[in-house]
């Protein structure tokens, strides 16, 4: 009996760990928004390369979309 409520614990542990509804569920995009750059701004071609990088990644995995 004992192993039939430790697995049946972890199954349901697993289970709650798959949820899609609910504070705290959206991950890094809840946590992250795109970076915007002005004219004034001046940095090197690494940081740009990354700040692209950051944007694109935000674009496909959040939906994040181009706006002024």
């Known amino acids: ?15 709650s760990g798959c949820a899609t509804n ?3 569920t959206e991950g890094g995009c809840a946590a992250f928004r795109p970076i915007y750059i002005s004219r ?3 940095f090197t071609d690494g940081t740009a390369e990354q700040l692209m ?8 995995l959040c ?6």
Request: glycine share 18%; aromatic share 6%.
């Open 1 to 15: 009996m004992g192993l039939r409520m430790i697995c049946a614990g972890i199954l349901l542990a697993l289970l």
């Open 22 to 24: 609910g504070a705290g």
């Open 40 to 42: 004034a701004d001046v």
């Open 53 to 60: 990088a950051h944007n694109l990644t935000g674009a496909s």
């Open 63 to 68: 939906g994040w979309i181009y706006t002024r």
